[in-house]
């Protein structure tokens, strides 16, 4: 199974419009940053979890296949302003959605011409189906199962696919969640920073919460400018810890 990172920035994107500090301006291409998603594939099955809004830009970047599914782990625009763009990927059939409730309402308002009856031609050709917490969905040779935590205060949507987590926007998950992530080695998680923000791990949170969780090979995303120059930042964390970078591939 192969994880793509294909963005690995928080919501501002980096760089940040109108800034000049040392990441904004780094010719370190580790340093440019889209907005957070990831692609899983195997040789039968391709997923994203999110669609932001720069998923035309990233997709252009790998080969043309049918997405079997994209899983949301919640509706901020930085982690659905693409489902527009899904519109070639209709010759395939249709893309299916997976979001918890909130977020599945929250898209089928905003997007009421492409989720809702009676859509025009040339829309995307998309399924929306509701995931709980905890529940668990197979997609051909892939299972995925639901992880809640805790985005400051609005619950939101990790992902357990097969013996791999992805987990982003998180600033807190209670102890009962973690015999979902048993036996599992590899892992992303966000960490925007080294100071302390209300609804996001910093470095140090995504550290602790790792080893509490046993991961072995962890890759941080959902990562701002003020987290510092990549080459600079990697080269402090721990053995078996990564800053994440656009396109990274991982093996699990």
Same mark, same amino acid.
């Given at each position: 199974?192969?994880?793509?990172? $294909?963005?690995?920035?928080?919501?501002?994107?980096?760089?940040?419009?109108?800034?000049?500090?040392?990441?904004?301006?780094?010719?370190?291409?580790?340093?440019?940053?889209?907005?957070?998603?990831?692609?899983?594939?195997?040789?039968?099955?391709?997923?994203?979890?999110?669609?932001?809004?720069?998923?035309?830009?990233?997709?252009?970047?790998?080969?043309?296949?049918?997405?079997?599914?994209?899983?949301?782990?919640?509706?901020?625009?930085?982690?659905?302003?693409?489902?527009?763009? $899904?519109?070639?990927?209709?010759?395939?059939?249709?893309?299916?959605?997976?979001?918890?409730?909130?977020?599945?309402?929250?898209?089928?308002?905003?997007?009421?011409?492409?989720?809702?009856?009676?859509?025009?031609?040339?829309?995307?050709?998309?399924?929306?189906?509701?995931?709980?917490?905890?529940?668990?969905?197979?997609?051909?040779?892939?299972?995925?199962?639901?992880?809640?935590?805790?985005?400051?205060?609005?619950?939101?949507?990790?992902?357990?696919?097969?013996?791999?987590?992805?987990?982003?926007?998180?600033?807190?998950?209670?102890?009962?969640?973690?015999?979902?992530?048993?036996?599992?080695?590899?892992?992303?998680?966000?960490? $925007?920073?080294?100071?302390?923000?209300?609804?996001?791990?910093?470095?140090?949170?995504?550290?602790?919460?790792?080893?509490? @969780?046993?991961?072995?090979?962890?890759?941080?995303?959902?990562? @701002?400018?003020?987290?510092? $120059?990549? @080459?600079?930042?990697?080269?402090?964390?721990?053995?078996?810890?990564?800053?994440?970078?656009?396109?990274?591939?991982?093996?699990?």
């Amino acid at each position: 199974m192969k994880i793509t990172l $294909l963005g690995t920035a928080t919501s501002t994107g980096v760089p940040v419009v109108g800034c000049t500090c040392a990441v904004c301006t780094s010719t370190d291409p580790r340093d440019t940053r889209l907005r957070c998603s990831a692609m899983i594939e195997t040789e039968q099955t391709r997923i994203l979890i999110d669609c932001g809004p720069d998923f035309r830009q990233q997709m252009l970047k790998v080969p043309f296949r049918h997405i079997d599914a994209i899983f949301f782990t919640h509706e901020h625009a930085d982690h659905v302003g693409g489902i527009d763009d $899904l519109r070639p990927y209709s010759v395939f059939g249709d893309v299916t959605l997976y979001a918890d409730d909130l977020c599945a309402t929250h898209l089928e308002e905003r997007l009421p011409y492409c989720l809702k009856k009676n859509t025009y031609p040339g829309v995307p050709q998309l399924e929306m189906r509701r995931i709980a917490a905890h529940e668990t969905v197979e997609v051909k040779d892939l299972r995925i199962t639901a992880i809640p935590v805790l985005h400051g205060t609005l619950p939101i949507l990790g992902y357990r696919i097969n013996d791999f987590v992805y987990i982003t926007d998180m600033s807190g998950i209670e102890e009962t969640e973690f015999a979902q992530m048993n036996g599992v080695k590899t892992a992303v998680i966000n960490a $925007l920073r080294h100071k302390p923000h209300p609804t996001h791990n910093t470095v140090d949170q995504a550290i602790a919460f790792a080893r509490k @969780a046993e991961f072995e090979n962890v890759y941080f995303t959902h990562i @701002a400018d003020k987290m510092g $120059l990549h @080459a600079e930042v990697d080269a402090t964390l721990p053995s078996g810890f990564h800053l994440g970078y656009d396109m990274l591939e991982i093996e699990v």
